[in-house]
């Protein structure tokens, strides 16, 4: 399932389904320690749709060790792509140009303080923060995932941990090599429990988060039996949900788990497109985006189908609101199905006079059913009480004939 949530405005919109904020958080795994699996490296260059994706590899954890890069280049010279790298020690005369003109920003494992103090003292941070808008993938192992973060955290005494503030641009906290190293995964539920650091995600060697537009989209793995966990606070310990997984190891599946988000992401963008055309009231455009025997329900349960039928509802919608629009705030897709939720708004128009007291608006939902590349049917979800009161007072103010219902709400 894909969910998107809006602030209501079309550019903002438009962007989030272009270019969605994407990040991938790795427990552990990649080139620098399964360089033979290739898995999950090759599931980030599939997540640009460019024959060569350009890659860029930041070391500042380990303080742009040359091994570590060395590394980098010996597995992505192989791959499809452009590799490159950025060290601090030896940077760019433009660093904001050099990293906006990436695809992917990969951050190597090490010290997550390291990451904060370079990037803060160099403004690579903000830079970062710019990427992200931009639709940039920025990935991470270790210390590169922890960094995406809200609460990241420093070694404290006695084998506790300390809370380091790290970029935000994911909520919670991240523990990698999860698994693996129990002396920090016992410092972190420690953490958690004392509320040091916020509830975050147990992430093993092998598997990784993978976020879009700050939600998790789902956890895959380059290993069987790789696991990911919800860590949440309990009064004297932590509660832990493990994820469900894709495993990317069968033949092709990291293209085709892919190729089904573009398939959703194409659906969403139809039905972005349709209501850009109910709000600029183009019937003419509106009805391009519906399949020949398309059926619309309403709130009250009428039923219109067809085109041409259709075409005649959004036209006396119109007349009847001429400042109707949709404000969707949250986008749900799950295959062909979409589900909308916002707000629906416009103004009665009655005795060729639009007044303000004559406006409503009212929470709603919508159902999308896609076929093809078109939309097969249309549900409204809306209480229109707000609209019959409004109708009714105007039909006993002014004694004109005004039906307390339509066909479009």
Known sequence: MISFVTDNTSKTVKQKLNNPRQIV?????????EPENGILDKYILNLVKKPQPKICFLGTASNDGKEYIE??????QKQQCIPTHLALTDPPKDLEDFILSQDIIHVGGGKTKLIIQKWKRSGLDKIMRKAYDR???LTGMSAGAICWFED???????DSIKKLQCLGFLEGSFCPHYEDREKLREAYHGAIMKKTIKEGYGVEDGAALHFVNEELLRVVTSRVNARAFKVTPLKVDVNETVYESVYLGDEGMAKRVIDEDIKKLGNIKLVQSFIESINSHKVSDIVKHLTDDHLFRDSIGINVTGIEDMQEAWESCFMLFPDYSISPENIICSGDEIAIF???SGTVFIGNRVNDENHWKVPASW??????DKIAKWCVYADIEPIRNIRERLSETNGEAVKTETEIS
Do not use: E, Q, T
Request: aromatic fraction near 18%.
């Open 25 to 33: 958080a790795l427990g552990g795994g990649m080139f620098s320690m």
């Open 71 to 76: 590394m980098f280049y010996k597995f992505f």
């Open 342 to 344: 916002g707000i629906a």
């Open 135 to 137: 639709g940039i993938i």
């Open 152 to 158: 990241g955290f420093v070694s404290g005494p006695n």
């Open 367 to 372: 159902r999308a059913l896609i076929r093809g």
